[in-house]
């Protein structure tokens, strides 16, 4: 069974553009959450989707956004791109929605300059 | 900010076991603990959860405290592949995970 897989893996983008980043889960995995990864601030919960409804978000401004299709895969969208937003960000899908593991993708490693 | 806090880095010699522990100061009660590591440049991998109970599967095994307020991951038997990035986490039905710095785990020979 293939994995998570996330395009594309490198990307980028100057101060002020915007980025749609995006995430094809495991084949049959119905929850995708998208998560930040920096250096600083470890890894942060950005959103989750399930079925096509945003079920849970995290502690980010609204420019960051993000929708899944009926075939569960998702994008992220961040608009007005900062210098800050410079980060790996993480894919993960699992199969149901609570209380189990999570299957991460490699990533899409974002700078913005 | 982490709600957990880890070590920053930790050396185990290959075939011994490997405890990397981990604080937990604010979990409530429906929160699970969960372990994650990471290889670099890859996503985070799965290793084990648990609530309450100790908990073991192929990877490793979770001891977690009765007061919850901290856990160790046990690698019975560390490798050489064991060397990682280990993350823990508490985590709601919301599948919400963060991680902080996580233990730098060396394995050496």
């Known amino acids: 069974k293939a994995g998570v897989t996330q395009t594309p893996r490198y990307l980028i983008k100057t101060r002020g553009q915007q980025v749609t980043l995006s995430c094809s889960p495991i084949?049959?995995?119905?929850?995708v959450s998208w998560y930040q990864q920096t250096p600083g601030q470890g890894l942060q919960f950005l959103f989750e989707y399930f079925s096509e409804t945003q079920r849970n978000k995290g502690n980010f401004p609204g420019r960051f956004s993000g929708r899944q299709f009926s075939n569960s895969r998702s994008e992220m969208n961040v608009s007005t791109l900062e210098l800050g937003d410079s980060a790996l960000y993480l894919c993960a899908s699992s199969l149901k929605q609570a209380y189990n593991e999570q299957f991460f993708g490699p990533g899409t490693r974002l700078t913005v300059l | 900010d982490a709600k957990t806090t880890q070590p920053t880095s930790m050396d185990c010699a290959e075939g011994r076991a490997a405890n990397l522990p981990c604080n937990h100061s604010t979990i409530s009660g429906n929160e699970y603990v969960y372990w994650y590591r990471q290889i670099h440049s890859q996503g985070p991998q799965y290793i084990i959860h648990g609530l309450k109970n100790n908990e073991t599967n192929e990877m490793a095994s979770l001891i977690i405290t009765e007061d919850r307020k901290s856990s160790t991951l046990i690698l019975p038997h560390a490798t050489l592949r064991d060397t990682a990035v280990y993350y823990c986490s508490d985590a709601n039905a919301g599948n919400m995970l963060t991680f902080g710095g996580g233990t730098r785990l060396m394995v050496k020979p």
């Open positions: 084949s049959g995995h119905r929850s």
